[in-house]
């Protein structure tokens, strides 16, 4: 699961990216539950949760819907 997760962030980094922000994957844990680390821009902007939320966990699950959620760490 952890290889599919990687390739839903690949899909979603250029748009962070053109932002000034990126995403690292931290950790997949076998209930389902996505841990990532914002970085750069995305590590201080109060849009950050809707970013997480509406962005990152969106198209994360569009990938892997056995995802439950996507948290930040």
Same mark, same amino acid.
């Given at each position: 699961?952890r290889? +599919? @997760? =990687? ?5 979603? +980094?250029?748009?962070? /990216? +053109? $932002?000034?922000?990126? @995403?690292?994957? %931290? $950790?997949? #844990?076998? $209930?389902? %539950?996505?841990?990532v680390?914002l ?9 950050? !949760?809707? #970013?997480l939320?509406?962005? %990152? *966990? /969106?198209?994360?699950? *569009?990938?892997?819907? =056995? @995802?439950? !959620?996507? =948290?930040?760490?």
């Amino acid at each position: 699961m952890r290889e +599919r @997760v =990687e390739k839903a962030l690949e899909k979603i +980094r250029p748009f962070l /990216k +053109r $932002d000034g922000g990126d @995403v690292k994957l %931290i $950790d997949v #844990t076998p $209930d389902g %539950i996505v841990k990532v680390k914002l970085l750069l821009a995305c590590a201080g902007c109060p849009m950050a !949760s809707m #970013t997480l939320k509406s962005g %990152i *966990e /969106k198209a994360i699950k *569009e990938e892997v819907p =056995e @995802v439950k !959620s996507v =948290e930040a760490v």
